[in-house]
C-alpha cells in the first residue's frame, strides 16, 4: 500500500516516516495488514537533501496542498492511507488569516475530496490540536466531550476539519481519525512561527550551550507530549478498530500537565552531567496572549482506552531527545 | 442603512422582511439607530410574483450563492446589515452532500468575506440550528455549552459556520451573532425536504381540513419555537449589544420542548371550533434516523439573558398561525 504523509518532511512527519519505514506493513483499506510499498512525503517545498533513513520506498513531492489537482495526484490509488499533518501553526495562522484558512481548511478539503474520489474506505489520520479549545466558557479540564471554542485561527480551522472528518466519515466516503496534540516537543533545529515554540527551545538551546529567552513566566502551566509517543499514537489510531472509535473520530492524545517551571526541574535533573545555557525571562505580549488561551489542563480517556501511548513524565522526555539527537 | 437577507423569499425570509419594514431602522455599524433604505431578499430563485407588503424598499435578486462574484455585488455598501438563512435543509443535504458544501459552507465563506470587504463592523445574524449537536456522546440537555458532534452534513455546516463566525468576529473582520434554532413552527404552504417538516404539517394539514400523515410516533419529542419568537429573535440579537453576547457569538434560541402528542393536544384544544383533517402515523425510517439524532431538550440561559423572545406554551403558537393565516 501507499502512505501519504501530508507536512512530511517537518519534524513529526520524519519522525513517522522513519517509524513506517521499520515497521514496514499498515492496515489497508482492505482491512488486512498491507506491506507499504511506497511512502510520499508532500509538503510546500521539497527539501534539498534526502534523509539519510529514507530508502527507495520514498519519494518527496513539493507543492501548494489549496490546489486541488496537486493532491488528487498524490492520491492516485485505492490502496492507500493518509497522515494529514500539513498545517499553517497558530503563531503564524494569527499573522496571515487567508494563508490558514487556504492551507488548512481548503487543502484539508481538497485531501478531503481526494480520499473521497477512491474506491474503498482508506484511512486518513488528521493532525488536530488542543487549540480546538478556548475562550471565555473554557472548561479547566478539556477533553474528548468539550465544546470546541477557539480562540486562534489556527484552532478554528483544526476544529473544523474535525467535523468535516466526523462527517466524511459518517457518510462513508473514507474512514477518518482525527488526533487532538497538545504541545509536542522537544522539537530540535530552529524555533519557528508556533506561538508553542519556546515550549522546545526551553530544553534544546540549554542542551545546545544556548541561552533560552523565554516569552512567558515559568510559572506557565500547559498539557504536552514528546515526540515518541505523538507518532506511536498517530499509528496506533491507524490501526485501531472503527468501531472502538465510533461516531466522534475526534480524541484527545494523552498529555502530561506541567508548568514551564516543571520542565527547567527536569532538564536539570536528566542533564545534570552536562554544561547548559541560561535561561531567563523576557515576556512577550503576543505569545503571552496566544498563550493565555490555551487551557491548563486536558483528559484523554478515549485515546488511553484506544490503547495510544504517552510518556511517564518529563524526564522520560529529556531522555530520549538527549539519546535521539545529542552525542552521549 | 440595508438589510441583506440571504434566503430572504423563504418563509422565515419574508416574515422577518415584514417585521423590519415595519420597524423601520436597525443599529448600523455606526452604532446608531439608521433607518432602513434597502431590503435586499437573496435567494436561489426570485419569486415571479411580489408580496403585497413589500414596499419600494424591497429588492428581489435571485442567483448561486457559492458564486463569489454574485455575493459580493450584494454587499456593496458599509452601512449594511446581512441576516444570513439562506441553506440547504436537514434532509436536502443528507441526500445531496455536494450541494449542501456548495450552499452552507461556500456560500457562507462568501458572506463572511464580502462583510470583511466593508469598511467598519457591519453586523451579521446567522440562522444556525439545534441540529449542530447529536452523536452518541451528545448530552441530555443540550445548549450554549454542548459540544457539537452533528450527525447530518446540515448540521455539521452549520457548526463549521459558527467556527467561523466567531473568528471572523474575533478578528475584528465584521460582527457576527449566530441564532441555533431549534424546530420552526408553523410553516405555511406545503411540506418541504426539511426531516423536521412534519411538525408543522401536524398543525397545518388538519387545520386546512386535510389529512396529516405522520413518518413518526406521538411519543417523539422534540425542542421547537414559533415563527414570530423567531423573528423576534433574530432581531433582538441584531440589536444585543456585542459585549453581552462576548467570544462566543452563538446562542441556542429560546424553545419549548414537547411531544408530537402534546402539539395534537394543543391544536385540537385551541382549534375546538374547526373541522381538523385527520392525523395519522406511518413510520418513516429515513425521517426516524434524522430525528433519533437530535436532542431531545435544549436549555437556552445565554438568549433569554439577551431578552430573546419565546411563546409561553404551544396554544399561543397555534393561535397566532390562525390569526396570520386562516379565515377567522
Not at 205 to 233: F, S
Not at 245 to 254: F, N, Q, T
Request: charged share 20%; aromatic share 6%; proline share 6%.
Amino acid at each position: 500500500m501507499k502512505i501519504v504523509i501530508t507536512g512530511g518532511t517537518g519534524f513529526i512527519g520524519r519522525r513517522l516516516t522513519a517509524a513506517l519505514l521499520t515497521r514496514g506493513s499498515l492496515t489497508g483499506p482492505s482491512g488486512a495488514n498491507e506491506p507499504i510499498d511506497e511512502i510520499l512525503l508532500f509538503d510546500a517545498a521539497a527539501p534539498a537533501e534526502r534523509a539519510p533513513e529514507w530508502d527507495e520506498r520514498v519519494k518527496v513531492v513539493g507543492g501548494d496542498i489549496s490546489d486541488r489537482d496537486t493532491v488528487f495526484g498524490l492520491i492516485d490509488r485505492d490502496d492507500i492511507s493518509v497522515f494529514h499533518l500539513a498545517s499553517v501553526v497558530s503563531g503564524g495562522g494569527e499573522k496571515d488569516f487567508d494563508l490558514a484558512i487556504r492551507v488548512n481548511l481548503t487543502g484539508g478539503l481538497n485531501i478531503f475530496e481526494a480520499l473521497r474520489a477512491r474506491d474503498g474506505l482508506p484511512r486518513l489520520v488528521f493532525a488536530s490540536s488542543i487549540a480546538v479549545f478556548g475562550g471565555s466558557a473554557m472548561a479547566k479540564v478539556v477533553g474528548d466531550h468539550a465544546k470546541q471554542t477557539p480562540q486562534t485561527t489556527y484552532g478554528m480551522t483544526k476544529a473544523a476539519c474535525e467535523l468535516l472528518i466526523n462527517d466524511y466519515t459518517r457518510k462513508g466516503f473514507f474512514d477518518g481519525r482525527s488526533a487532538r496534540l497538545p504541545t509536542v516537543i522537544i522539537r530540535p533545529g530552529k524555533p519557528n512561527a508556533a506561538a508553542s515554540s519556546f515550549v522546545s527551545s526551553v530544553f534544546r538551546e540549554p542542551l545546545n550551550g544556548q541561552p533560552c529567552v523565554l516569552p512567558v513566566g515559568t510559572d506557565a502551566v500547559m498539557p504536552l507530549l514528546g515526540y515518541r509517543a505523538i507518532v506511536g499514537g498517530f499509528i496506533a489510531l491507524h490501526e485501531a478498530a472503527g468501531e472502538a472509535i465510533g461516531d466522534d473520530r475526534a480524541v484527545s492524545l494523552p498529555s502530561l500537565t506541567v508548568s514551564v517551571g516543571d520542565m527547567i526541574a527536569a532538564l536539570k535533573r536528566v542533564a545534570a552531567n552536562r554544561t547548559l545555557g541560561p535561561i531567563t525571562v523576557e515576556p512577550d505580549p503576543f505569545i503571552e496572549e496566544i498563550v493565555a488561551t490555551w487551557p491548563l489542563d486536558a483528559s484523554h480517556q478515549r485515546a488511553t482506552a484506544l490503547g495510544l501511548p504517552r510518556e511517564n513524565d518529563l524526564d522520560e522526555i529529556v531522555a530520549a531527545y538527549i539519546e535521539d539527537f545529542l552525542e552521549t
